[in-house]
């Protein structure tokens, strides 16, 4: 067989796991959908709780119908309520010139670049916080995560703002490097195997202490990660009665 001129039949292909979905997120309100900063509200696969620790497949569109209708109507009723609220210039002036660092810098050869950084950052997980964890990797994941994030203050960008795909990701590393924190924060924190989590040290899934959330928390003004346990809440009877039901 050829595909543009290619015999496919002589030519290797290689197969290997790729990340597919999140079952983890920013935490918010399961009516509201309103995340623990007032006012961001967050749906769909950027919210966190739905499907537990894996994910049924097809369903992403419903999540997106139905708790994006939730998020839209609570975001909307919550401006109406509230308003705007009180806006501080000067946290709008120091977001402003965090985003345009990356740009002020002298790009050179030698400077760090955010697609390298971000390549980096790639690799790391996939060797370290993949499907198969265990303590050493992921403590190691920790250290390299933290030297990734210093390094991430010094990346620049050539060009200007206008179509400049290499500053929406430096713009993009700060959040990507946080998403990576808490989950290898979590994944060394939860000493059990449980749903697409898989620890080799902890191959059996725990059903007393680890039957609860773990969440990652930024705090301090040094942005220390902190891994924070809450209890899984009760299912409500009436739909526990459709869960039996449909069986």
Known sequence: MELAGIDITKEPM????????????????????????????AAGEAGA?????NRLGGNSLSDLLVFGKRAGEYAASFVNEKGL??????????????ALDPLKRQYQSTTLNP?????????????????????????????????????AELVAVSGDRQFNPGWHTAL???????????CAC???????SRGAHSRVDFPDKETGHWAKHTIGLR?????????????ILEIPEKLQKIIEEQG
């Open 49 to 53: 709780g739905l499907h537990g620790a």
């Open 85 to 98: 609220g009180d806006i501080d210039p000067e946290e709008i002036h120091k977001a402003e010139q965090e």
């Open 115 to 151: 697609y390298k950084l971000q390549f980096e950052l790639q690799d790391l997980l996939q060797d370290k916080v993949g499907i198969i964890r265990q303590k050493d990797t992921l403590e190691e994941a920790h250290k390299e995560i933290d030297e990734l994030a210093k390094k």
């Open 219 to 231: 705090k301090g003004e040094d942005g220390k990660m902190e891994i924070v346990e809450t209890p």
């Open 14 to 41: 290689e197969v290997g796991p790729t990340t597919h979905y999140v079952m983890g997120g920013i935490r918010v309100d399961p009516e509201s959908q309103m995340s623990t900063v007032p006012g961001l509200f």
């Open 172 to 182: 993009d590393l700060k959040h990507l490097l946080t998403v990576a924190k808490a």
């Open 186 to 192: 979590s994944a060394l924190a939860r000493k059990e």
